[in-house]
């Protein structure tokens, strides 16, 4: 099998218990041009510590993938529309196992003109 190192390639996730933040949050992902795929994963069950106790919540895992020179861009729109006040945004460098797949980025990334914001 043949690996593809994409050292600049990245998914982007973030969590959200609410559809319509889902939502906004991938179109304005979408419309930014820098990333060619958003995924919405509805079903995600969260227990997390907050402001001293346990809570449990029924959430949406929002994943789009990103090349470095965007994430900071990419960050700063999930926490524009985002209904949390401290929501999770965390990145995980990709290794791409699928050579068809990796083409399909770099091909899709060339159509959208993200190269364009990259110096």
Known sequence: METHYCSEAFELITTTDDQVTSQRI???LVQ???TPCVKIYPGCLSRYFWNGSWHEAAEYVIVTL??????????AIIKSVHNYTNP????????????DYADWIQATIVELGVDEHHD
């Open 26 to 28: 991938s179109d304005q």
């Open 32 to 34: 930014s041009r820098r």
């Open 66 to 75: 990103a090349l470095a020179p965007d994430l900071e861009q990419l960050t």
């Open 88 to 99: 999770e945004i965390v990145a995980r460098q990709l290794k791409i196992l699928s050579s």
